[in-house]
């Protein structure tokens, strides 16, 4: 099983780039496609983005699509999500997320505590 610890939240200025970092532990990182989600209160868990175990398929959700790169480092055990010129309501606690198949799924079994993201000017 893995354990997965995300990193890089914190206040954020308004159109600023921030970049998220999640580090696995306890199996091999490139078992795993990963993820990125995100919670803003009062509303419910939506992808950010997924990655496939080699990196190669890459997909994104509606809501930072365009704003957001998912990729991943499988030597040193790292998932990353880099943000683009982020906005306020792009507060939220993003998590990573991994599932152990090659391919990018819809069920994620492995989930980090979250790392609280805070947009403001």
């Known amino acids: 099983q893995v354990r ?7 206040w954020v200025k308004t159109g600023a780039s921030p970049r998220l970092s999640c580090a696995a532990y306890g199996r091999p990182f490139a078992d795993y496609a990963m993820a990125w989600f995100r919670q803003a209160p009062g509303k419910e ?3 950010v983005a ?4 080699s990196g190669s398929k890459k997909v994104y959700g509606k809501s930072m699509e365009g704003r957001s790169t998912i990729s991943r480092d499988n030597d040193k055990g790292l998932l ?4 683009d ?5 792009d507060t939220a606690v993003y998590y990573c997320a991994g599932t152990e198949t090659p391919n990018i799924g819809n069920h994620y079994p492995y989930w980090g505590q979250g790392t609280q993201v805070t947009v403001s000017s």
């Open 85 to 89: 010129s982020v906005k306020d309501e």
């Open 50 to 53: 997924a990655i496939s175990w």
């Open 45 to 47: 868990r939506e992808l």
């Open 80 to 83: 990353y999500l880099e943000m």
């Open 4 to 10: 997965l610890v995300e990193s890089g939240g914190g």
